[in-house]
């Protein structure tokens, strides 16, 4: 396994990457009460990967995927987004960054006043699209599969209808990197199913490059590549792309 | 199209029954306000009705009056000083002051009694009881007085031809006319200037208590009041009558607690308010918190959840305050009416307006508190 690292390392290098990690340390509270939780995380994401993350409970994946997210402060080591460091950045500086990362939670976190386009509408005026943003939205939450649904509110949605508007409102503008934590936990099987196959579909389209939190075997096989984080520590990288020849 | 989603206005939709409570909440103290200022302003101006009867344009009085029923007196010949001023076509000199009047009935108690008195050939007052030639020459008969029908009906018998005792002296009621004492004098006379020597002795005519001015038809008051003010003397002050009237309200609503009780009314309502609009928009605020921090972690700065939180409250306000003010309008009508008109209780344009940024400050007050809740949602904590 451990082999698997470093062969990984050397075949990135010729890619461009999403995010380029080294020696990163993050730790929860201050003073006596300080914890660290993640401990000399190094790691390339090249453009384009999809890539899944597992482990133990309590292992640090949801923090390692905020501290991507530019949702947190950081001051140990080195995190690049897109090209630009992040240690070190204060919390107003953060707030541009977080622009170019679509974001899909466990719930779903829809406003359930607005529908269906309207949700997907509030990230479309992030980007100043706004005379077009109703356009952009029907036509994403369409490729969704959600066409007949696009003025429904949340509440009128199943739970995976839902999460696909999550989905739609994290995708519609092309970020290029999408974080998600446990995107299928609350779906049945068949619809969490979808939703994945989904995702992939539109991020090698795109190539966005996509980390994915999940404790879901079933829906390992859309990975590039599975990262296995124990006790805040990486253990395990392995790239699927070179074991399985891919069509594309 | 190609406007911003009001998820503000979507928000408060939403859950109707919280909204329509909300509203209601916002028009009961928007109601409770208009009531309060309308007491106050009904009162405020009974305080100082009598002034429309008196037949002047401009008042000269003492800068250490404080309203009319307590005066210092000031020389009369600022009166004849006056008269010399271009604008002014008549001067008239004013005395007041108390007598002890004794009810005529029994158990013949003696209560102060407030005396309005002047010459008779003045046209002081503008009760058309006091207009005939024969009521100034019943005014110019010695020890005779005309007797205020709105006085207290405890001083006694108002009737024509009464005798009774004012200071100690011999008095007949000649005459009757209604004009009230607002909230100076439970009782009034009205008497000659030569009578007021007598009963108020030793009280030199020259002191004058309140002078009045008539002004040429066309002439500006204010220019003359300038012009007044630049050739008299600083022991008077020169007065419109809006003026005189407003000197004399301040007075009683600062000194009687009237102010006081009408002000804290406002001030309950307007808090009352701040705390029903903030309970709506905190519940509002904690139900959304996740979608909240979740458009912070899309790239969304704490300015635009601050422009939601804060157009709810405005859409608030805006709502709460055209039921309230309809509402008010009614029950003041309804005031009016029950009170046959002796509560005055009338709306304005300025009322409404201020009532209207009371409202809206209200509401904002509650939007900018309960704003931090939104504002410090931390988007780490919604994975
Ligand atoms: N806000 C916080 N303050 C302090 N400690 C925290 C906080 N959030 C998480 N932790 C701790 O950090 C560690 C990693 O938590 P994290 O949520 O990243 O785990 P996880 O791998 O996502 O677990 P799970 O699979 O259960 O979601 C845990 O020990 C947790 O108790
Ligand atoms: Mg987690």
């Known amino acids: 396994m451990v082999a698997t690292i470093s062969e990984q390392n050397s075949v990135s290098v010729a890619k461009e990457l999403a995010i380029k990690i080294e020696h990163l340390n993050f730790y929860f509270g201050t003073g006596e009460l300080r914890k660290q939780v993640l401990f000399d995380i190094s790691l390339d994401l090249p453009k384009g990967q999809i890539v899944i993350l597992t482990g133990p409970s309590g292992s640090g994946k949801t923090t390692l995927l905020t501290l991507l997210g530019a949702l947190r402060t950081l001051h140990e080591g080195s995190l690049q987004v897109l090209g630009k460091e992040i240690v070190g950045l204060p919390d107003k500086a953060l707030i541009p960054i977080r622009r170019n990362i679509g974001f899909i939670f466990q719930a779903h976190n829809l406003f359930e006043s607005l529908s269906a386009s309207q949700n997907v509408e509030t990230s479309v005026e992030l980007t100043r699209n706004i005379g077009e943003k109703r356009q952009l939205a029907v036509d994403m939450l369409g490729q969704l599969g959600l066409s007949d649904r696009v003025d429904y509110k949340p509440n009128a949605l199943s739970g995976g209808q839902k999460q696909r508007v999550a989905i739609a409102r994290a995708m519609v503008n092309r970020p290029k990197i999408i974080l998600a934590d446990e995107p299928t936990a609350a779906l049945d099987k068949a619809s969490g199913r979808d939703v994945v196959t989904l995702m992939r579909h539109f991020c090698e389209e795109a190539g966005t490059t996509v980390l994915m939190v999940t404790h879901d075997n079933r829906i390992l096989d859309v990975a590039d590549r599975i990262i296995n984080l124990v006790d805040g520590r990486l253990e395990s990288d392995s790239d699927l792309e070179t074991q399985t020849s891919r069509i594309s | ?383």
């Open chain 2, 1 to 383: 199209m190609g406007r911003r989603v009001s998820v503000a206005w979507m928000n408060l939709l939403h859950e109707r029954t919280r909204l329509l409570v909300a509203i209601a909440g916002v028009a009961f103290a928007v109601l409770l306000i208009f009531m309060n200022l309308g007491f106050l302003g009904a009162l405020t101006a009974t305080t100082t009705n009598f002034y429309e009867q008196f037949n002047a344009d401009l008042f000269l009085s003492s800068p250490e009056t404080l309203e009319v029923s307590t005066t210092t007196a000031f020389p009369r010949e600022r009166l004849y000083q006056a008269e010399g001023i271009p604008g002014v076509s008549r001067v008239m000199p004013l005395y007041s002051g108390y007598v002890l009047w004794r009810n005529p009935d029994p158990p013949h108690t003696s209560r102060a009694m407030f005396v309005w008195a002047y010459n008779p050939d003045d046209p002081v007052f503008l009760m058309p009881e006091l207009e005939t030639p024969s009521a100034r020459r019943i005014l110019q008969q010695p020890n005779v007085v005309f007797y205020d029908l709105r006085s207290r009906p405890d001083f006694g018998s108002s009737e024509i031809g009464t005798v009774t005792e004012a200071a100690r002296r011999q008095v007949t009621i000649g005459g009757n006319y209604s004009l009230g004492g607002g909230f100076a004098a439970d009782g009034t006379l009205i008497m000659s200037d030569q009578n007021f020597v007598r009963y108020l002795s030793p009280r030199p005519l020259d002191l004058v208590d309140t002078g009045l001015i008539q002004l040429t038809p066309g002439a500006n008051p204010e220019r003359v009041v300038r012009a007044l003010e630049q050739a008299l003397p600083a022991d008077v002050d020169v007065y419109t009558k809006a003026g005189i009237m407003l000197r004399d309200q301040t007075y009683w609503i600062s000194s009687t607690s009237i102010g006081f009780i009408f002000g804290l009314g406002v001030l309950v309502s307007f808090v009352v308010g701040i705390v029903i609009v903030y309970q709506i928009l905190y519940t509002d605020i904690r139900d959304h918190l996740p979608e909240y921090a979740t458009m912070k972690a899309m790239g969304y700065r704490n300015r635009y959840l601050f422009q939601i939180v804060l157009q709810e409250a405005l859409l608030l306000a805006a709502m709460g305050y055209v039921p309230g003010l309809i509402v008010s309008l009614g029950l003041y009508e309804l005031t009016l009416n029950a009170t046959a008109g002796s509560l005055p209780v009338q709306m304005n344009l300025s009322r409404v307006g201020f009532v209207l940024v009371l409202t809206i400050l209200m509401c904002s007050v509650s939007g900018l508190i309960s704003v931090r809740k939104a504002l410090s949602t931390d988007p780490a904590e919604v994975f």
